[in-house]
């Protein structure tokens, strides 16, 4: 039997398992397929295991639907900072978390003793095709044209610890973001696959995106697709540093810092319920 918290980052939805006192899981990539099937499981976009970290306050890894590991989750390592503050197994507003990523500092947003909202220090945005990774010739990769199902896009790659692509569509609301998500996320210029966002721009300060997360499908958000977005976005000209994204689940605040190079989230965290899953 797990015990077990069901949290969500603007409908990015996750299973919480603590831990802390050194009970983690067997075979934690099957468990992860079992508790989020929507129908015979929990019901999520994967599992997120918070354990001890010898480097940080805590350590997150995080595995997807399908069951593979993933380096990094926006929206989930902002409910880790929540569970751990409601938990109480911190008392500090200011929490560092290891990550296969590196390590995040995140500042929680507390108000009646409860976290609403995290704001996540992301680190440095990273923009070289071998370490993002994409096969490109490009030293940033600004202008990658790729064709799914017919359809030719042009795509800029960021890397936010974990692969992203953007490409730009004329209406995000009713693109076919399955159909091409599936087949793009697989493209052989993605040694490792790849995060695809499909954006829209709507001012200098706001942008549109729908995201086809790997390993897991279209989901209702994506923190680090967000960040990558937003960096994209400056990049290229099409917004300021400064942005809100809007995605199916909710709106980010994102800034692309260009004195320190840091890429800041913030956004809300939701618990759900708490439950026990018979194994």
């Known amino acids: 039997m797990i015990k077990f918290t069901k949290m969500h980052g603007l409908g990015n939805d996750y299973v919480y398992i603590d831990c802390t006192k050194g009970n983690i899981p067997e075979d934690i990539s099957s468990l992860a397929q079992k508790m989020s099937d929507r129908h015979f499981g929990v019901g999520s976009d994967g599992i997120i295991l918070i354990c001890n970290s010898e480097n940080a306050d805590f350590k997150m890894r995080m595995f997807n639907f399908d069951g593979s590991e993933a380096e990094m989750c926006g929206n989930g390592i902002r409910c880790v900072g929540k569970f751990v503050f409601d938990k109480g197994l911190t008392n500090s507003t200011t929490v560092s978390i290891e990550t296969l990523a590196g390590i995040k500092i995140l500042k929680l947003n507390v108000k009646d003793g409860k976290v609403e909202t995290v704001r996540v220090d992301m680190g440095e945005p990273i923009l070289s095709p071998e370490k993002i990774p994409v096969i490109s010739d490009e030293k940033i990769v600004k202008n990658l044209e790729l064709e799914a199902e017919g359809k030719k896009f042009k795509f800029t790659c960021v890397s936010m610890g974990n692969p992203h692509a953007i490409t730009i569509v004329e209406n995000v609301k009713d693109f076919n ?47 680090t697709g967000a960040c990558a977005t937003a960096v994209a976005c400056v990049l290229n000209g099409y917004t300021n540093e400064k942005v809100k994204v809007e995605l199916l689940g909710g709106t980010l605040e994102i800034e692309w810092n260009k004195q320190d190079n840091h890429v800041y989230m913030t956004g809300p965290a939701k618990t759900v319920f708490e439950g026990e899953y018979i194994i």
Do not use: Q
């Not at 599936?182 to 729908?210: G, Q, T």
């Open 177 to 223: 973001v399955n159909k091409y998500g599936k087949v793009l996320e697989i493209d052989s210029h993605f040694p490792k696959r790849c995060n695809i966002e499909f954006i829209e721009i709507l001012d200098k300060e706001n942008i549109k995106m729908r995201v086809w997360e790997r390993g897991a499908g279209e989901t209702l958000a994506c923190g």
